[in-house]
C-alpha cells in the first residue's frame, strides 16, 4: 500500500493541477485517488452515469464524445497525458454528458470529489489551479464555436496543424490518433478532412505520408 500510495503522489505531482501542493496537501489526495489500467477501447466511464469526482490521465488518449440517436458519434475532446477531466460536472453534481473511451492503453487516476472539496477550501494555490483550468475550458469551448461557425472545414484542419509545438517549414507532424477521430473532433467527415488534407498537399503546402505530414509552406497555409 505505502509504495502505490508514493507512485500515486509521484504522479500527480506531475500533473498541472496538483503541481503547487506540498507533500501533506499530496498525501490528501492520494488517499482519495483511484488507479484505473484501461485498455485501448474500454471505457472509463459512460454518458449518464454520476460524476463522483475528476480523471487524471498519466499515460495514453482518451476520446470524449457523444452519440446521436442515428449512431452518428461527435468526438468532443482528445484527453492527452497530464490533462485532466470531469471537473465541472462534479462541482454541478451531474451525470456524465460524454462518453470517455481508451484509444489506446491508459493510466487513469480517479481523485474523489471529496478530497478535492477539502483541498480547495485549504489551499489558494489549489483553487487557482483548478479556476485557471476551468477557465482554460471554457476558453477552449469558445473557440471551437468560433471554428464551427466562422471558419472553413480546410481552415480548421490548417488550424489543427499550426496547433502543435515549434510548427515551421520542414517539420512533420505525427498524427496522434486515426484521422476519422481527428475528422470527428474538427466538425466535418473524414471523406471530407482526406480531401482537404490532398488539397493542401496539390497546392504543394504540406505532404502528406501515412499519419505524417510534412509542414512544406507555413505561410502558405496561415493565407489559404
Do not use: W
Not at 449512431?71 to 451525470?95: P, Q, T, Y
Not at 487557482?128 to 480548421?156: C, H, I, P, T, W
Amino acid at each position: 500500500m505505502a509504495n502505490r500510495k508514493i507512485k500515486v503522489q509521484d504522479f500527480l505531482s506531475n500533473v498541472a493541477l496538483f503541481s503547487e501542493l506540498d507533500q501533506p496537501e499530496l498525501d490528501a489526495i492520494a488517499l482519495g485517488t483511484t488507479e484505473m489500467q484501461v485498455r485501448r477501447g474500454e471505457i472509463v466511464f459512460q454518458r449518464g452515469e454520476p460524476c463522483l469526482g475528476l480523471h487524471v490521465l498519466i499515460y495514453g488518449q482518451v476520446k470524449l464524445s457523444v452519440v446521436s440517436s442515428p449512431g452518428n458519434e461527435k468526438v468532443v475532446k482528445i484527453i492527452r497525458a497530464g490533462d485532466s477531466f470531469g471537473e465541472a460536472l462534479m462541482f454541478m453534481g451531474k451525470n456524465y454528458i460524454v462518453t470517455a473511451q481508451a484509444l489506446e492503453d491508459c493510466l487513469v487516476l480517479h481523485v474523489s470529489r471529496s478530497v478535492i472539496t477539502a483541498e480547495l477550501a485549504k489551499s489558494q494555490n489549489f483553487t487557482f489551479n483548478m479556476l485557471k483550468g476551468l477557465s482554460q475550458r471554457l476558453y477552449g469551448l469558445m473557440e471551437d464555436v468560433e471554428s464551427y461557425s466562422l471558419r472553413s472545414g480546410a481552415q480548421r484542419v490548417i488550424g489543427y496543424l499550426l496547433k502543435h509545438d515549434h510548427c515551421e517549414n520542414g517539420q512533420t507532424i505525427t498524427l496522434s490518433t486515426s484521422k476519422a477521430i481527428i475528422a470527428s473532433r474538427l466538425n466535418i467527415t473524414p471523406e471530407h478532412f482526406s480531401r482537404i488534407l490532398l488539397d493542401l498537399s496539390t497546392h504543394g503546402l504540406i505532404q502528406v505520408k501515412g499519419k505524417e505530414i510534412t509542414i512544406l509552406d507555413m505561410q502558405g497555409l496561415i493565407d489559404f
